[in-house]
């Protein structure tokens, strides 16, 4: 098929008549589309929290374990000059 050929035929395709759509489809994909954007809001409300929790629980972790302070030294130095 070359490029005259595929030209006619999408020309062909494009002039006809679009095919008649159930009614009862238009109403099913709403409903399915308002399902999912439902489950999309709810999965992104999730994650925001879970992310809350995790900034929160860190904060808290940081906070008590004081992880930048030097952790004192279990040996005592030597004494010299008695």
Known sequence: MNRSEREAA??????QRPPQVPPELYEDAVRRGGRMLRRRT?????????????????????????????????????VTGW
């Not at 995790?54 to 040996?75: D, I, K, N, Y």
């Open 10 to 15: 999408v020309r062909r395709i494009l002039e």
């Open 42 to 78: 709810a999965v992104r409300r999730m994650m925001w929290l879970v992310l809350a929790a995790a900034a929160v629980a860190f904060t808290v972790w940081a906070l008590t374990a004081r992880p930048w302070v030097e952790p004192p030294s279990q040996t005592t130095p030597p």
